[in-house]
Every structure is written in C-alpha cells, then in structure tokens.
C-alpha cells in the first residue's frame, strides 16, 4: 500500500485566487505607505508634471506661502464640465505643496451662500458665478497670501485659460515669495512719459506700468544697466550712442531681459508737428540686431489686406470708408495662443509696423506671437509717409504669401556687437564686469515692429469726466505690453512655460463615428422631410380655388378627397419613418459611445483577471515526491 497526496487544480484555484486578493491589497498598502501620494503622469499633454523651473521656484521659498481654494459644491453641481478642471487645479495645488517642503500651505473652503467663507472670498475680490434662479453665486478661485500681508489672487479659474494654469500658479507663488514692484528702466523715444504735444501728460500705457512696476526712466550715456533691473525697456529707441548700446549689449548677454518696440514710421513719436514732416520716422537697432541675428528692414512696413483697418478716406470730394492696409487691427490667428504674452488677448491695433526674421546662420530662435497674415506684403515706408490716396495702395497690393513676423521672441546665445570690448571713452560703472563676448545665459528678448501701439490713440479712448481722464479700450495693446515685462520680469521659471492641454478630453473616435453615423441618416432624414413638404403642399393646393358653401367650408370632389386622403396617408407614413430614422441615428450614436466607454473601462481590468485565471488552470502540475523506502508497502 502507498500513502501520497494528491491537489487537482481546481480544488487549488480558489485558495489561489483569495491568496492573490490578500497579497494584491498587502502591496497596496505597503505602496500607499511608502509612495504616498505620488503618481505616475501618463497623459499625453504631461497635464500633471511641472516643469523644472516651477520645481525650481518652489524650492527656493523661504517664507510660508498660504493658498485658500474657494471652491463651491453648487458650482460643480451646476456645470458638470468644470469637475476635470476642478480636480485638477486640486491635485496641481498638492503638487505645489509638496514639492515646496510645507512652506505652501493649502485650505479647500467651500463658500456657501451668505456665510462669512463667501463674505471672505469677495473681500479678496474673487468673481463668482450664478448658479440657480434665486442668484446664489458659486465660486472657483484662489487667494494666496504671505506672511508680510501681500496677497495675490486668481479671480476665478476660467477653462480657457486651463492650458496656462501652471503659469498663474507659478506667476502667484513668485509674486508672494518676492514682494515688492519689479524695478523696469525704461528709454522712452515716443514721448510715453508726456510731451509738449499733449501738454506733458503721460500715455494711459504709462500709467498701467506704475501701476504694476517700479518704473525708472533713463538717458544721456549708460555706463551700465544695473543688476536690480528686471526688464529693461527700450520705446521707438533713435540715435542711441556707443556706450549705451555697449549697455544693453552686455545686460542681455548676462541674461537680463529686454523688450525692444522699434517702428519703420513712428506717426505719434514725440517732435512732430501736424503739417510738417517728422525729423526722423523711424527707429532701429541695426548693430545689436545684427550681433543677434535677427533681420529689421526700417524702410519697409507690412500692409495686409485681411487684418487692414476700416477709415474715412476722401474719393473726390465725398468721404468714403476704406481699408486702408498699413494699419492692421490683428486679432484670431494673427496672436499666439502658445504663449502666455498673447493667449488670452482679443485683438492689437497696430499702424505701419515692421517685420523680424532670423538672419542666416544665426544661433537663436524666434518664436512668433504676433504675425500678420498671408495675403501681406512688404511696402516701402515712405510711400505710407507722404500719404495720397488708399485705394491706390489696394489696388497695387501684390500679396507675398506668407506671413510675416510682427512680434516675437528671441530666444538662446547670441554674440556681442563689440568684439573689442567698451567703446572707447564711454563711461565706466564703479565696478565693472568682464566683458562678455557671448551670452552667459539664454538670451530672452521680445521684439515688437511698432511703437506706436503704445500710444493712446490706438488702443484706448480717453474722456474726461468729472476732472479726471476716464479711458475705454478697444484693444488690447497696454494688456500686451504689460504681460510682455510680467513675463520676462517672472525669470525661467516663466520664461520656460508654455500652454499645455486640457484636462477634458473628448472621444475623438465616437465624434469620428457620429460624423459616419450622420453621414448615413442625414441624406435620408433630408429625403423624407422634402417629401413630408411636398405633401402638405400638394394638399394646399388642392384646396386653392375651390368654392365654398353656405357654411364657409371648401367644396371637394370625390375624386380630390380621395386624392387628399392618398396625401394625408402618405404623410403619416413618412412621419413614422422620419421618426424611425431618427431614432436609429440616436441609438447607433448613444450605442458607439457605450461600447468604446466600456471597452475603455473594463478591457484593461478584463484582461488582468484572464491572464491571471489562465495562469492558474495552466500552471504546470508538479508531482509530490515519491513516499521513503521505509513506508513502502511490500
């Protein structure tokens, strides 16, 4: 006799199979133990990995930082399309958090009607919204606040502008963790700061940079551009000298950031007199742009038949409306939506601006953020200058094809345009830095074609009103301007950021296969709708010009009742199949999306429990080991 045991596989599997659940939730716990919140992005636009110098920012605070998320239930609640977003900006914050050692701190508050957490959010100035009849206002916004009592707010996160959220966080972490207005120098050649032209008093422009910025005005000869500058600033920039060029020239190769506006015909630079030419129109840059590899033609101005200007022109000796193509009103496609400097701006007004590119062999880049269209050309300035007739200017118009750069931003090495050093007998700083001959930094320049944008008349409508000047944008050059210096006084940390994607993805292969759905449908859905017409109208015209009786009523043949009985019948029946034909374009649709939604969500896990019961029905047997010699029967 032989003693052995013997386990077939199926009284093994479920012991297996309540094994694999205890050992799955052990590695479960012991993970949510040590890896704690971390997370692996897989989204395909990396929606939840921050960019080096965002990491970099927030290591770098040294003052507790606090974060208030007025987040509302009923906003939510109400519009179900905000909860990705919502979701997000919660698992961004705790990001920030964590990666900042503790020193952010994070409250999710939930303001309800009339509370005081609501009272608290519209001190801060965050913007609610509407969500229900009675008015009740819901809110989604954030409060930061330091310990030196700044505060710095994101009125309410708007879902357009989801693809720049890292940057208004990181924008809002820089403004708490470095208090104080960033200092701006600024060489004004337009007259920004006030001019004899309009008695002195200085450009709206001006008076949102104050408002944001510690503006400080130079000129005569610079020795240097001192290192407290955030951004340097140069205006329609004429006959500036060796030794202030040798100036910028160094600071932007230290990597100091600049944002240059040069004009090929300043029409409202300071100087000029109604009736009489301007001394010099245009302004330009030709060393230092040559230094850093961009091309400037200040003798040409882009003219652009799409984004041209509507004025009043005069054709004989009536007034007429043109466009009149050196003045652009750009707007759509002609602003980047890449970049934080111009995504959210409606439109610029621009007049007889130039055009940048890139010279040959040169060693950075340049990134458009305003362009002009295709249907542009080059135009002499001078032409533009001396005035005559506009329609003449469109009816020689002779379109280049493709668009061309208005404003940009340069980007990477670039030389020095004085190889020899300091220009001889300009003056010194008291302590004076090594020459450069190339950038230590990335250099990080914004070039803008126009001056004149600055300038109220193109972009706001100032009125006096009760002694005060009231003004009324119609465009969005001063946004532009001011998010040009807030972005390059931001540092790499903005400078490295770019839009992303939106945490709301649609199914892009159920819109694909509703467009073949209707595709299919639609024709016969079209068809029998035209018959339906048809229908009724052969029936009203058989009732057209019939006699009526005594009672009013129209008098019918047999043989017309029986032809309107045929039409009443006909239309019934293409009533029903119009109604069938639409219902089979809803079904088909609505069962496309719940196929793909429960392939996506049930496949993978699916396919994990297959695999894993197959394992176990095939898993090679293994044979006990024979019984010793000893227990044996004989």
């Known amino acids: 006799m032989t003693t052995g045991y013997r386990f077939d596989r199926t009284t093994l599997l479920g012991p297996a199979i309540a094994l694999a659940m205890v050992l799955f939730l052990a590695v479960y716990a012991m993970a949510m133990a040590l890896v704690g919140d971390r997370r692996i992005d897989l989204t395909e636009q990396r929606l939840y990995t921050l960019s080096e110098g965002t990491r970099t920012t927030l290591a770098g605070i040294r003052e507790p930082v606090r974060f208030r998320l007025y987040l509302s239930d009923a906003l939510t609640e109400a519009a179900p399309n905000l909860r990705a977003y919502a979701d997000r900006v919660q698992q961004m914050l705790r990001t920030y958090v964590a990666l900042s050692g503790e020193r952010i701190r994070l409250e999710v508050i939930n303001p309800r009607p009339f509370s005081p957490e609501e009272d608290r959010a519209v001190a801060f100035g965050l913007r609610g919204a509407a969500v229900n009849a009675a008015g009740d ?51 004004d050649g337009l007259g920004l700061s006030g001019s004899m032209q309009n008695r002195f008093q200085a450009q709206q422009v001006m008076d949102q940079f104050r408002q944001f910025f510690d503006v400080r005005l130079l000129g005569g000869d610079l020795a240097e551009v001192g290192a407290e500058v955030k951004v340097l600033v140069l205006v329609n920039p004429q006959a500036i000298s060796d030794a202030t060029l ?25 100087g000029m007199r109604p009736g009489q030419p301007p001394p010099n129109p245009r302004s330009d840059l030709p060393r230092l742009f040559r ?49 934080a400097v111009t995504a959210r701006i409606p439109s610029l007004n621009m007049t007889a ?58 980007r990477g090495t ?101 467009a073949e759905a209707e595709a299919r449908f639609r ?46 019948a006909d239309m019934l029946q293409t009533r029903a199949e119009l109604r069938d034909v639409q219902h089979a374009l809803r079904q088909d649709i609505d069962q496309l999306k719940n196929r793909l939604t429960l392939i996506n969500v049930a496949a993978v896990p699916g396919l994990v429990v297959l695999i894993a019961i197959l394992a176990a029905l095939f898993r090679p047997t293994r044979r006990p080991p024979p019984p010793p010699a000893g227990m044996a029967a004989a």
């Open 414 to 514: 670039v030389a020095t345009a004085f190889p020899d050093g300091r220009p001889e007998g300009a003056p010194k700083p008291e302590t004076e830095a090594p020459h450069l001959a190339t950038s230590s930094a990335p250099a990080n320049v914004i070039l803008v074609g126009d001056a004149d944008m600055l300038n109220d008349r193109n972009w706001i409508d100032v009125r006096p009103m009760m002694g005060q000047r009231v003004g009324v944008p119609f465009a969005g050059n001063a946004d532009f301007a001011v998010n040009a210096i807030d972005n390059l006084a931001g540092g790499e940390a903005l400078l490295s950021l770019r839009g992303r994607g939106l945490s709301q993805r649609p199914f892009e292969v159920v819109r694909e296969l509703e």
């Open 137 to 187: 206002r819901g809110f989604f916004g954030l409060a930061g606040t330091n310990s030196t009592g700044d505060q710095q707010v994101i009125e309410f996160f708007a879902p357009e502008r989801e693809p720049f959220l890292e940057y208004d966080l990181t924008r809002l972490v820089i403004a708490l963790a470095n208090p104080g207005k960033p200092v701006v120098a600024m060489i």
């Open 246 to 270: 040798y100036a910028i020239d160094q600071y932007v190769l230290r990597g100091g950031r600049t944002l240059v506006f040069v004009d090929p015909l300043a029409e409202t630079q300071e």
């Open 291 to 339: 230094a850093w590899g961009v091309t400037f033609d200040a003798q040409k101005i882009v003219a652009d038949r799409t984004y041209a200007m509507q004025v009043q022109a005069m054709a004989g000796n009536r007034p007429v409306v043109v466009n009149y193509v050196p003045w652009l009103q750009l707007r759509d496609g002609a602003l980047s939506t890449a970049d």
């Open 353 to 410: 601006a130039g055009a940048f590119a890139l010279a040959e062999g040169a060693t950075a880049t340049l990134a458009p953020l305003v362009s002009s269209s295709a249907d542009a050309m080059f135009m002499d300035a001078a032409r533009v200058q001396d005035g005559g007739d506009p329609r003449a200017l469109v009816r020689d118009f002779q379109p280049a094809g493709t668009p061309f750069v208005l404003a940009g931003r340069l």
């Open 523 to 568: 024709q016969t859905e079209q068809e029998l709708t035209q018959r339906l017409r048809d229908a009724e109208e052969h029936m009203q015209q058989i009732g057209r010009g019939q006699r009526q009786g005594t009672d009013g009523q129209v008098i019918l043949t047999p043989e017309q009742q029986q032809e309107i009985e045929r039409f009443r």
